[in-house]
């Protein structure tokens, strides 16, 4: 069974920096692409970033590009989100993804969906 648990969400002020983690467990991490996407109150789910499980390529939604950074430790199994320069906009559930396994394309929701989510981490930027 996937466990994805996502940690590190709070509240901050605008220009603040967060960074989010995600455990995993039940899921062959190191053969598993990776990603992160968020929901605002009243908003379809929307992609945030990805990360490949071969060479660890990233990819990003265009409303965070440049502000954000997704990594992955595969010795923890862990995936993180380093978010700079939050801004209101960004206020949502921040959901970690795990895509299927193996699965080496494109991680764009144009293409595939992930298999598994976590339960959600709240963040919220003040102005």
């Known amino acids: 069974q996937v466990q994805l648990v996502e940690s590190g969400g709070g509240l901050v002020q605008a220009g603040d920096s967060l960074r989010l983690s995600c455990a995993a467990s039940?899921?062959?991490?190191?053969?598993?692409?990776m990603g992160w996407f968020r929901q605002a109150p009243g908003k379809d789910r929307e992609f945030v970033a990805g990360?490949?499980?071969?060479?660890?390529?990233?990819s990003y939604g265009g409303s965070v590009e440049g502000r954000f950074t997704i990594s992955r430790d595969n010795y923890k199994n862990t995936v993180y989100l380093e978010m700079n320069s939050l801004e209101p906009e960004d206020t949502a559930v921040y959901y970690c993804?795990?895509?299927?396994?193996?699965?080496?394309?494109?991680?764009?929701?144009?293409?595939?969906?992930?298999?598994?989510w976590g339960q959600g981490t709240q963040v919220t930027v003040s102005s």
């Open positions: 039940g899921v062959t991490f190191q053969t598993s692409a």
């Open positions: 993804a795990a895509y299927p396994p193996y699965y080496s394309g494109s991680l764009s929701p144009d293409y595939v969906f992930p298999t598994s």
């Open positions: 990360i490949s499980w071969s060479f660890d390529e990233t």
